[in-house]
């Protein structure tokens, strides 16, 4: 039995995974910002922010999650939200510039061990945003980051 109930969940994530392809994709500001590099940062925090990663309340909308099925856990798409809850900040530290697009770097709120963050990683064209599975060094300044100038987050 339960190895049926593991199987159904694996199931739920394979085929919820392959439908999120829209919700990795940024919802640009309605004001274009300084830099690309600022607007790399604007759609991380967006994506964060919808996908419950935040302290903030995920998106009520099914089509704006994008499931990780190597990194989440739960029985369902309520509990894989709650245990997201509050694991990534909500302010980047960096936005970086890379060979295929950009990775803008964020602490993690109770994180013991302070010089590890989170990155997600995203197109040039803003598109394929992920949050990677492992932890990345917050490095010192790099000539390809710049600290991200964004206007408070939507309501």
Same mark, same amino acid.
């Given at each position: 039995m339960i190895r049926l109930a593991g199987a159904g969940a694996l199931l739920w994530l394979a085929a919820a995974a392959s439908q999120d392809a829209g919700? $990795? +994709?940024c919802r640009l500001p309605a004001q274009p910002l *300084?830099?690309? /590099?600022?607007? *790399?940062?604007w759609c991380? $925090?967006?994506? =964060?922010? /919808?996908n419950g990663y935040t302290q903030a309340p995920p998106s009520a909308r099914r089509d704006d999650i994008a499931l990780e099925p190597h990194m989440d856990v739960g029985r369902g798409l309520d509990? +894989? =939200?709650? !245990? $997201?809850? !509050?694991? +990534?900040s909500e302010q980047p530290q960096t936005a970086c510039t890379t060979d295929t697009g950009y990775l803008v770097s964020f602490t993690m709120p109770n994180q013991l061990d302070q010089p590890y963050g989170r990155g997600v990683s995203m197109t040039a064209r803003f598109i394929g945003i992920t949050l990677l599975q492992p932890w990345i060094r917050l490095a010192p300044p790099d000539p390809r980051c710049s600290a991200p100038r =964004?206007? *408070?987050?939507s309501p």
């Open positions: 919700a $990795r +994709v *300084a830099s690309q /590099r600022d607007t *790399a940062a991380a $925090r967006e994506f =964060l922010i /919808r509990e +894989v =939200l709650g !245990n $997201r809850r !509050n694991t +990534v =964004l206007p *408070a987050p």
